[in-house]
Protein backbone atom coordinates (compact mmCIF):
# COMPACT_ATOMS: atom_id res chain seq x y z
CA UNK A 1 0.00 0.00 0.00
CA UNK A 2 1.10 3.54 -0.38
CA UNK A 3 3.07 4.90 2.48
CA UNK A 4 2.31 8.77 3.24
CA UNK A 5 4.75 10.74 4.93
CA UNK A 6 3.35 13.51 6.51
CA UNK A 7 4.94 16.89 8.73
CA UNK A 8 4.57 18.72 10.82
CA UNK A 9 3.60 16.10 13.31
CA UNK A 10 2.58 19.07 15.48
CA UNK A 11 2.56 22.52 15.91
CA UNK A 12 1.88 25.46 18.48
CA UNK A 13 0.85 28.54 16.76
CA UNK A 14 0.04 32.34 16.90
CA UNK A 15 -3.32 33.72 16.23
CA UNK A 16 -3.36 35.13 12.76
CA UNK A 17 -0.07 33.32 11.31
CA UNK A 18 -0.27 30.49 8.77
CA UNK A 19 0.69 26.75 9.17
CA UNK A 20 1.70 24.62 5.77
CA UNK A 21 1.58 21.12 5.87
CA UNK A 22 2.88 19.26 3.93
CA UNK A 23 2.39 15.40 2.66
CA UNK A 24 4.99 12.84 0.51
CA UNK A 25 3.77 9.99 -0.70
CA UNK A 26 5.58 6.79 -1.91
CA UNK A 27 4.09 6.43 -4.92
CA UNK A 28 2.22 8.41 -7.55
CA UNK A 29 -1.19 9.20 -7.22
CA UNK A 30 -4.06 11.30 -8.91
CA UNK A 31 -5.83 12.44 -6.00
CA UNK A 32 -4.52 13.32 -2.59
CA UNK A 33 -7.15 13.84 -0.38
CA UNK A 34 -6.98 16.81 2.98
CA UNK A 35 -9.16 15.92 5.92
CA UNK A 36 -9.88 17.63 8.86
CA UNK A 37 -10.96 15.75 12.46
CA UNK A 38 -11.57 18.22 15.56
CA UNK A 39 -11.38 16.39 18.72
CA UNK A 40 -13.58 13.65 19.42
CA UNK A 41 -15.23 14.14 15.79
CA UNK A 42 -14.83 12.46 12.77
CA UNK A 43 -13.20 13.04 9.72
CA UNK A 44 -14.23 16.10 7.45
CA UNK A 45 -13.49 16.33 3.72
CA UNK A 46 -11.66 20.04 3.26
CA UNK A 47 -10.38 19.12 -0.08
CA UNK A 48 -9.24 17.11 -2.90
CA UNK A 49 -6.69 18.01 -4.51
CA UNK A 50 -5.26 16.42 -8.36
CA UNK A 51 -1.82 17.38 -10.11
CA UNK A 52 -2.09 20.34 -12.82
CA UNK A 53 -5.73 21.34 -11.50
CA UNK A 54 -7.44 23.36 -8.67
CA UNK A 55 -8.03 21.69 -5.89
CA UNK A 56 -11.91 20.78 -5.22
CA UNK A 57 -13.31 22.52 -1.89
CA UNK A 58 -16.06 20.99 0.37
CA UNK A 59 -19.09 22.97 1.50
CA UNK A 60 -17.60 25.28 3.96
CA UNK A 61 -14.26 25.25 2.92
CA UNK A 62 -12.41 28.16 0.64
CA UNK A 63 -9.36 28.75 -0.79
CA UNK A 64 -8.61 31.63 0.73
CA UNK A 65 -8.26 30.02 4.58
CA UNK A 66 -6.89 26.41 2.99
CA UNK A 67 -4.99 27.33 -0.16
CA UNK A 68 -3.29 23.67 -1.26
CA UNK A 69 -0.80 22.74 -4.09
CA UNK A 70 -0.26 20.08 -5.86
CA UNK A 71 2.93 19.99 -7.77
CA UNK A 72 3.65 16.58 -8.96
CA UNK A 73 2.14 13.26 -8.34
CA UNK A 74 3.70 12.52 -5.07
CA UNK A 75 2.96 15.87 -2.93
CA UNK A 76 1.16 18.23 -1.87
CA UNK A 77 0.41 21.13 0.75
CA UNK A 78 -2.70 22.45 2.70
CA UNK A 79 -2.28 25.79 4.16
CA UNK A 80 -4.20 26.58 7.11
CA UNK A 81 -3.59 30.48 6.91
CA UNK A 82 -5.30 33.69 9.33
CA UNK A 83 -5.35 30.73 12.38
CA UNK A 84 -8.19 31.27 15.14
CA UNK A 85 -8.12 28.78 18.13
CA UNK A 86 -11.39 27.18 16.24
CA UNK A 87 -8.91 25.68 14.01
CA UNK A 88 -7.12 24.02 16.27
CA UNK A 89 -7.36 20.16 15.35
CA UNK A 90 -6.02 17.13 13.26
CA UNK A 91 -5.61 17.67 9.63
CA UNK A 92 -4.62 14.38 7.27
CA UNK A 93 -3.97 13.82 3.92
CA UNK A 94 -5.02 10.44 2.16
CA UNK A 95 -4.78 8.74 -1.18
CA UNK A 96 -6.45 6.01 -2.86
CA UNK A 97 -4.29 3.00 -2.49
CA UNK A 98 -5.98 1.22 -5.07
CA UNK A 99 -6.13 -2.37 -3.41
CA UNK A 100 -5.20 -1.57 -0.30
CA UNK A 101 -7.94 1.24 0.22
CA UNK A 102 -7.71 4.80 1.12
CA UNK A 103 -4.01 5.26 2.99
CA UNK A 104 -3.87 8.16 5.85
CA UNK A 105 -0.84 9.97 6.76
CA UNK A 106 0.01 10.29 10.53
CA UNK A 107 -1.40 13.47 10.99
CA UNK A 108 -1.11 17.05 11.76
CA UNK A 109 -1.76 18.11 15.64
CA UNK A 110 -1.84 21.98 14.91
CA UNK A 111 -2.83 24.37 18.41
CA UNK A 112 -3.15 27.57 17.71
CA UNK A 113 -2.98 30.12 20.93
CA UNK B 1 -23.87 14.49 -1.83
CA UNK B 2 -23.62 11.34 0.65
CA UNK B 3 -24.99 11.23 4.28
CA UNK B 4 -23.46 8.39 6.51
CA UNK B 5 -24.77 7.61 10.07
CA UNK B 6 -23.49 5.56 12.07
CA UNK B 7 -24.68 3.69 15.62
CA UNK B 8 -24.20 2.81 18.18
CA UNK B 9 -22.32 6.26 19.17
CA UNK B 10 -20.32 4.41 21.84
CA UNK B 11 -20.35 0.72 22.38
CA UNK B 12 -19.07 -1.53 25.73
CA UNK B 13 -18.56 -5.13 25.97
CA UNK B 14 -17.08 -7.94 27.74
CA UNK B 15 -14.62 -9.07 26.65
CA UNK B 16 -14.81 -12.40 24.40
CA UNK B 17 -18.48 -11.13 23.44
CA UNK B 18 -19.54 -9.93 19.76
CA UNK B 19 -19.71 -6.36 18.92
CA UNK B 20 -21.53 -4.90 15.90
CA UNK B 21 -21.27 -1.67 14.73
CA UNK B 22 -24.14 -0.60 11.86
CA UNK B 23 -24.49 1.94 8.95
CA UNK B 24 -26.62 3.66 6.67
CA UNK B 25 -26.22 5.50 3.74
CA UNK B 26 -28.25 7.90 1.54
CA UNK B 27 -26.73 7.43 -2.04
CA UNK B 28 -27.48 4.25 -4.08
CA UNK B 29 -24.87 4.79 -6.43
CA UNK B 30 -22.31 4.33 -3.87
CA UNK B 31 -20.12 1.25 -4.32
CA UNK B 32 -17.03 0.81 -1.82
CA UNK B 33 -17.38 0.70 2.17
CA UNK B 34 -14.34 0.51 4.06
CA UNK B 35 -14.25 0.02 7.97
CA UNK B 36 -11.78 2.18 9.63
CA UNK B 37 -9.93 1.74 13.45
CA UNK B 38 -8.57 4.64 14.86
CA UNK B 39 -6.70 4.33 18.08
CA UNK B 40 -5.75 7.20 20.50
CA UNK B 41 -2.89 9.62 18.61
CA UNK B 42 -2.92 7.40 15.83
CA UNK B 43 -4.16 7.32 12.11
CA UNK B 44 -7.34 5.67 10.66
CA UNK B 45 -6.21 2.26 9.80
CA UNK B 46 -8.04 0.05 7.02
CA UNK B 47 -9.29 -2.96 8.76
CA UNK B 48 -11.99 -4.26 6.24
CA UNK B 49 -14.15 -3.44 3.07
CA UNK B 50 -16.40 -4.29 1.11
CA UNK B 51 -17.45 -3.73 -2.37
CA UNK B 52 -21.14 -3.54 -3.74
CA UNK B 53 -21.20 -6.27 -5.53
CA UNK B 54 -20.35 -8.80 -2.41
CA UNK B 55 -22.73 -9.08 0.38
CA UNK B 56 -20.63 -10.46 3.21
CA UNK B 57 -16.67 -10.26 3.64
CA UNK B 58 -15.10 -11.98 6.69
CA UNK B 59 -11.36 -12.04 7.39
CA UNK B 60 -10.34 -13.68 10.60
CA UNK B 61 -12.42 -11.91 13.57
CA UNK B 62 -14.14 -9.30 11.82
CA UNK B 63 -16.56 -9.37 8.81
CA UNK B 64 -18.77 -7.02 6.84
CA UNK B 65 -22.17 -6.98 5.63
CA UNK B 66 -24.00 -4.95 3.20
CA UNK B 67 -27.68 -4.76 2.15
CA UNK B 68 -27.34 -3.01 -0.84
CA UNK B 69 -31.20 -2.63 -0.92
CA UNK B 70 -31.66 -1.53 2.14
CA UNK B 71 -28.66 1.27 2.10
CA UNK B 72 -26.66 -0.13 5.33
CA UNK B 73 -23.67 -2.60 6.47
CA UNK B 74 -22.26 -3.53 9.25
CA UNK B 75 -19.50 -4.32 11.00
CA UNK B 76 -19.10 -7.56 13.19
CA UNK B 77 -16.22 -8.25 15.55
CA UNK B 78 -16.28 -11.68 17.39
CA UNK B 79 -14.40 -12.66 20.34
CA UNK B 80 -13.14 -9.37 21.13
CA UNK B 81 -10.04 -8.30 22.69
CA UNK B 82 -8.62 -5.63 24.96
CA UNK B 83 -6.85 -4.42 22.10
CA UNK B 84 -10.50 -4.11 20.00
CA UNK B 85 -10.62 -1.05 22.07
CA UNK B 86 -10.64 2.02 19.73
CA UNK B 87 -12.81 4.30 17.78
CA UNK B 88 -14.45 2.70 14.28
CA UNK B 89 -15.07 4.44 11.61
CA UNK B 90 -17.72 3.67 8.79
CA UNK B 91 -17.14 5.37 5.21
CA UNK B 92 -19.10 5.33 2.12
CA UNK B 93 -17.52 5.53 -1.19
CA UNK B 94 -18.97 7.54 -4.05
CA UNK B 95 -18.04 10.53 -6.74
CA UNK B 96 -14.13 9.67 -5.82
CA UNK B 97 -14.49 10.40 -2.40
CA UNK B 98 -15.34 8.84 1.22
CA UNK B 99 -18.01 10.31 3.27
CA UNK B 100 -17.25 8.56 7.12
CA UNK B 101 -19.79 7.98 9.68
CA UNK B 102 -19.50 10.09 12.90
CA UNK B 103 -17.78 6.71 14.39
CA UNK B 104 -18.37 4.16 17.41
CA UNK B 105 -16.05 3.91 20.40
CA UNK B 106 -16.19 0.11 21.59
CA UNK B 107 -14.97 -0.07 24.95
CA UNK B 108 -13.67 -4.33 25.91
CA UNK B 109 -14.01 -4.75 29.56
CA UNK B 110 -11.63 -7.70 30.77
Known amino acids: SAVISQKPSRDICQRGTSLTIQCQVD?????MFWYRQQPGQSLTLIATANQGSEATYESGFVIDKFPISRPNLTFSTLTVSNMSPEDSSIYLC??????????FGSGTRLTVV | GENVEQHPSTLSVQEGDSAVIKCTYS??????FPWYKQELGKRPQLIIDIRSNVGEKKDQRIAVTLNKTAKHFSLHITETQPEDSAVYFC?????????FGAGTTVTVRA
Open chain 1, 27 to 31: SQVTM
Open chain 1, 94 to 103: SVDGGHYGYT
Open chain 2, 91 to 99: AAHNDYKLS
Open chain 2, 27 to 32: DSASNY
